[in-house]
């Protein structure tokens, strides 16, 4: 079981770049999520998804788009990286009617 | 969503027990008490979780006040691992909702050897 694996670790960006960050997961949770860490700063809630071919916003979603076409993987996308962007982001999933979200290892996003 | 309070930062000796508090003044009847932590370099991890009644598992206790305004995750033995950053945070969980967790910036602990 790899629970929950991000790709890509580590990317930089030009401004006005855009990239896809990858979630995926093989425990057949429902529900997925996107955060991202600032230094110093707790997570904070980008977009989150309750199932396949359902998303939602988070607090912190201008910016970002998300697909969940399959239940599986969330894809992050960033049309046009800003270095406001610069984070590490963290995927994490929720299995329906339990308590526990399980993160990935997360992706170190650098964008000049 | 009802907010939590921690410390910045709390210090302990290896061995020793470790008392971190969470205050969450304004939580509502349905809204449990959940604690994660974040090693160096890695995602949080689930540590810990309850309602109303203390709770123990194998990595912490959890003791809430009866008036549920404030609660406490209690490591027995602190080791140089559970170094990290303790978040402390209320969810309307268990009910197959959009489970949100809104994380603060949580409370650093520093593990003396």
């Known amino acids: 079981n790899a629970g929950v694996t991000q790709t890509p670790k580590f990317r930089v960006l030009k401004t006005g770049q855009s990239m896809t960050l990858l979630c995926a997961q093989d425990?057949?949770?429902?529900?997925m999520y996107w955060y991202r860490q600032d230094p110093g700063m707790g997570l904070r809630l980008i977009h989150y998804?309750?199932?396949?071919?359902?998303?939602a916003k988070g607090e912190v979603p201008d910016g970002y788009n998300v697909s969940r076409l399959k239940k599986q993987n969330f894809l992050l996308g960033l049309e046009s990286a800003a270095p406001s962007q610069t984070s590490v982001y963290f995927c994490a999933t929720l299995r329906g009617n339990t308590d526990t979200q399980y993160f990935g290892p997360g992706t170190r996003l650098t964008v000049l | 969503d009802a907010k939590t309070t921690q410390p910045n930062s709390m210090e302990s000796n290896e061995e020793e027990p470790v008392h971190l508090p969470c205050n969450h003044s304004t939580i509502s009847g349905t809204d449990y008490i959940h604690w994660y932590r974040q090693l160096p370099s890695q995602g949080p991890e689930y540590v810990i979780h309850?309602?109303?009644s203390n709770v123990n598992n194998r990595m912490a206790s959890l003791a809430i006040a009866e008036d549920r305004k404030s609660s406490t995750l209690i490591l027995h033995r602190a080791t140089l691992r559970d170094a990290a950053v303790y978040y402390c945070?209320?969810?309307?969980?268990?009910?197959?909702?959009?489970?949100?967790?809104?994380f603060g910036k949580g409370t650093k602990l520093t593990v003396n050897p």
């Open positions: 425990m057949n949770h429902e529900y």
């Open positions: 998804s309750v199932g396949e071919g359902t998303t």
């Open positions: 945070i209320l969810s309307r969980s268990g009910q197959g909702g959009s489970e949100k967790l809104v």
């Open positions: 309850g309602l109303t």
